[in-house]
T-cell receptor, first 113, second 114 residues
Framework: DQQVKQNSPSLSVQEGRISILNCDYT??????FLWYKKYPAEGPTFLIS?????DKNEDGRFTVFLNKSAKHLSLHIVPSQPGDSAVYFC????????????FGTGTRLTIIP | DTEVTQTPKHLVMGMTNKKSLKCEQH?????MYWYKQKAKKPPELMFV???????INESVPSRFSPECPNSSLLNLHLHALQPEDSALYLC?????????????FGSGTRLTVV
């Protein structure tokens, strides 16, 4: 039972344009959401997070939007750069017990120069 | 120091071998984790240690044995593994203070069981 899903396994975006990565979740107990970036043979690197009490969080080129009623979040990267090419995972934590991070299925983002 | 260090980076072992994976952090994080990642799949939680005590075991086979000697170190002892256990093993750490923090991951150990 995949509680966090990223329905697009891959995404290609022209350099300089906006990249939008989507994530859906089913567990209403999830309270905090994170995005990680991963290169091959490396550990995930934390990018940005958002609490369920907010609907938007921005950090430089990265913005995460949360639609709690739709159980949907998205990561916007503007402008996209070649170094952004990686696999992106969204992840979720429950309201109580911030020990069990559940990852989404991942989206491979390729930035085309 | 803002890193989680994992050793070795690569490991090849036979099905009768005993080996250990090591993980170290000096950020004062009181939770440490082992994740397993197969190719083209998300990381899957294996074990969680909170304040040096095992708090979560995600029904992992006993051929994987975790150990947390102190608040900075986490080991994963491997014995009688199967080829299907070949994967990237990731260690992570986080604070435990009632607030949410991003986990910090190590770069992983690429394990191949032959």
């Amino acid at each position: 039972d995949q509680q966090v899903k990223q329905n697009s396994p891959s995404l290609s975006v022209q350099e300089g344009r906006i990249s939008i990565l989507n994530c859906d979740y089913t567990n209403s107990m999830f309270d905090y959401f994170l995005w990680y970036k991963k290169y091959p043979a490396e550990g995930p690197t934390f990018l940005i997070s958002i609490s369920s009490i907010k609907d938007k969080n921005e950090d430089g080129r990265f913005t995460v939007f949360l639609n709690k009623s739709a159980k949907h979040l998205s990561l916007h990267i503007v402008p996209s750069q070649p170094g952004d090419s990686a696999v992106y995972f969204c992840a979720a934590l429950p309201l109580r017990g911030n020990e069990k991070l559940t990852f989404g299925t991942g989206t491979r983002l390729t930035i085309i120069p | 120091d803002t890193e989680v260090t994992q050793t070795p980076k690569h490991l090849v072992m036979g099905m009768t071998n005993k080996k250990s994976l090591k993980c170290e952090q000096h950020m004062g994080h009181r939770a440490m984790y082992w994740y397993k990642q197969k190719a083209k799949k998300p990381p899957e939680l294996m074990f969680v240690y909170s304040y040096e005590k095992l708090s979560i075991n995600e029904s992992v086979p006993s051929r994987f044995s975790p150990e947390c000697p102190n608040s900075s170190l986490l080991n994963l002892h491997l014995h009688a593994l199967q080829p299907e256990d070949s994967a990237l093993y990731l260690c992570a750490s986080s604070q435990l203070s009632g607030q949410y923090y991003g986990y910090t991951f190590g770069s992983g150990t690429r394990l191949t069981v032959v």
